[in-house]
């Protein structure tokens, strides 16, 4: 039969509805963070990112019919993406996993795809 994906062994929309809407209460008081995000209202940001996690773990493609190809490092380009705000984006989410209660060996999964798509988003070499 078909594989289960990672979408379905962690429960599916509703974990990754709360790993985002933790993951956007950290970047919400985020000083660092929180000012890089165009939009005063974080609930766009946060539905985007759902549905990419989702696609990108084998839910509905649904990221994608609304808003095409990912090219995640072309649409981070405009933000000014060093060590400090990688590991301030690590923070929140590494907390936002933890409050999942997964089975350890799917948290690493996650957690190791995170860390590296976070890693690979950097732009800048340098701090200020
Ligand atoms: C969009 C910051 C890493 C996935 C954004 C936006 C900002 C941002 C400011 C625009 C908000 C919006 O959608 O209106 C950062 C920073 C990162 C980071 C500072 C630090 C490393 C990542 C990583 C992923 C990711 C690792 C995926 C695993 C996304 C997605 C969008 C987005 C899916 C929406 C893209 C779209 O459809 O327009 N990010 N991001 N980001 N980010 Fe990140």
């Known amino acids: 039969g078909e594989a289960v994906t990672l979408f ?11 790993l985002v809407d933790e993951f956007y209460a950290g970047i919400a008081t985020d000083p660092l963070l929180r000012p890089m995000y165009p939009e005063e209202d974080l609930g766009p940001a946060n539905e985007r990112m759902r549905l990419f996690l989702i696609q990108y773990w084998g ?12 090219r995640l490092r072309m649409r981070h380009a405009p933000f000014r993406i060093g060590p400090a705000e990688r590991d301030a984006w690590l923070s929140h989410m590494r907390r936002a996993v933890d ?7 799917i948290a690493s999964e996650l957690w190791n795809y995170l ?13 200020p």
């Not at 379905?8 to 709360?18: I, L, N, Q, W």
């Not at 409050?99 to 060996?105: E, G």
Request: glycine share 10%; charged share 25%; proline share 12%.
């Open 8 to 18: 379905d062994a962690v429960g599916g929309e509703p974990t990754f509805r709360k």
């Open 59 to 70: 839910g509905p493609n649904t990221y994608s019919a609304q808003r095409g190809h990912p």
């Open 99 to 105: 409050s999942l209660d997964l089975p350890p060996a």
């Open 115 to 127: 860390e590296r798509a976070a890693y690979f988003m950097v732009n800048v070499m340098e701090d």
